[in-house]
């Protein structure tokens, strides 16, 4: 079976990120007004926030990233596309560059998958100061092989996330000192979509009976959810506890903001290791790592940590 950071991956879920990657209908940020045909579907921003889209389109098009100067977005497929006039074509394909919209590759980086469908491949092209991009959509990634689509669809996940799931390294006497079970079940797994976060992997970690873990793990936590599954489980807040080191053991670490809006958070499962999912998209793992290696992933962020660990009387009854 193959392996992604860590994690096996089976050829459904494969099938599963192919799908999730691209939407036949495509978004195309926009600043202003173009002649676009009068039935094509056009949103404002504030339409577009209102719409509840799958959170695993959200992410695979980055559109929290997209600039606040997109004032529309049109919905094309392919076909809608290539019967635009070429300017506004260009002028749709320079936008999501300039916009920051996900989906938009340089060249050099890419060239080398698209050698089926080089010529095609140049309709959905930009240069922008020199640089040439690729504006992908369904069109261009269906005239790809299955094993060139597998090779993008690998470095595109691995692209921002070099670290691998160290659960299959473990022994069974390892894995039999930790305490909660639902942690083995998913280590070094990715949920079928987006929505899964930091807040549910951690609250599942902590929790014992295991098709209730399996049910938070799959949902998508608000921190008031989170924090109140803490509290029922016995994990308060530890005041003053801000020394992190390896010794750390049956702790939930939580990264908070300057206003002390929780950001992220994980279990230290002790021994040195976490369970950690770095964010809510269907492109990342919960994996199990060493402790000093994900302070380091997430030293560069401006937030403060915060410990909670569980209550004696909690610990007294289980």
């Known amino acids: 079976m193959l392996s992604v950071l860590g994690c096996p991956v089976s050829e459904m879920l494969l099938a599963q990120w192919s799908s999730l990657f691209l939407c036949d209908a495509a978004p195309y940020f926009f600043t202003d007004d173009l002649t ?6 056009v949103l404002s921003r504030k339409a577009l926030s209102e719409n509840q889209f799958d959170l695993s389109y959200t ?4 559109v929290y990233a997209v600039s606040p100067d997109a004032k529309w977005v049109a919905f094309l497929t392919p076909a809608e596309f290539d019967a635009l006039a070429p300017a506004t074509q260009r002028s749709l394909l320079a936008a999501q560059h300039e916009l920051r919209r996900r989906q938009v590759y340089l060249w050099e980086q890419v060239e080398h998958f698209l050698r089926p469908c080089i010529e095609q491949a140049e309709s959905r092209c930009i240069t922008v100061s020199g640089e040439k991009y690729l504006v992908l959509d369904t069109k261009i990634w269906r005239l790809l092989t299955d094993e060139l689509r597998q090779r993008w669809l690998i470095e595109f996940i691995t692209k921002d996330n070099r670290l691998d799931c160290l659960a299959s390294t473990l022994s069974e006497a390892e894995w039999s000192q930790i305490e909660y079970p639902s942690i083995r079940s998913l280590a070094g797994t990715f949920a079928f979509r987006s929505g899964p976060n930091c807040f549910s992997t951690t609250l599942a970690a902590i929790t014992q009976q295991q098709a209730t873990a399996e049910t938070i793990a799959n949902f ?22 801000t020394i992190l080191n390896p010794d750390l053991q049956d702790v939930v670490l939580v ?3 300057q206003h002390g809006t929780a950001q992220h958070a994980c279990y230290v499962i002790g021994n040195n290791l976490v369970l950690n999912k770095n964010s809510q998209s269907w492109f990342t793992p919960r ?14 962020e401006p937030f403060e940590i915060v410990v909670y660990r569980r209550d004696q009387e909690t610990l007294f009854h289980t």
């Open 36 to 41: 676009l045909p009068n039935e094509t579907l």
């Open 59 to 62: 992410d695979s098009y980055a």
């Open 220 to 241: 998508w936590l608000h921190q008031e959810t989170f924090f109140q599954g803490l509290a029922q489980r016995g994990y308060r807040l530890s005041v003053g506890d």
């Open 255 to 257: 990264w908070q903001d």
């Open 287 to 300: 994996q199990l790592l060493h402790l000093d290696t994900l302070l380091d992933d997430w030293k560069d």
